[in-house]
């Protein structure tokens, strides 16, 4: 019941100072389409190293999180090949 009563209030508080979160949208000038290139083609050596790094790897934890390091970048690699499907892999 504590938990309710709180969340209530909370809402409450947002309601009243029409604070609400923002989507931004996203920036696909040439500028931009340029640093997404730039950073797209970054991740890609990025992940390569890991990967490397990962076969030489023993302990299951390291292997783990570079696992998911590999996972997160390869998202964000989507993100922007969404966002500019021209864009290649070199």
């Given amino acids: 019941m504590l938990v309710r ?3 209530e209030h909370q809402i409450h508080i947002l309601q009243k100072s029409n604070h609400f979160v ?4 996203e920036d696909k ?3 931009s389409k340029r ?6 083609r970054s991740l890609t050596k990025t992940i ?3 990967k490397e790094e990962e076969k030489q790897e023993q302990d299951p934890v390291i292997k783990n999180h570079l696992e ?4 997160a970048m390869e998202k964000d690699k989507i993100r922007i090949k969404e966002m500019f499907p021209d864009i290649e892999d070199e």
Wanted: hydrophobic share 20%; aromatic share 8%; charged share 45%.
């Fill in 35 to 40: 640093n997404h290139i730039k950073y797209y």
């Fill in 5 to 7: 009563k709180n969340l």
């Fill in 22 to 25: 923002d989507v931004k949208e």
């Fill in 68 to 71: 998911k390091r590999i996972d």
């Fill in 48 to 50: 390569s190293n890991i």
């Fill in 29 to 31: 000038s040439e500028e």
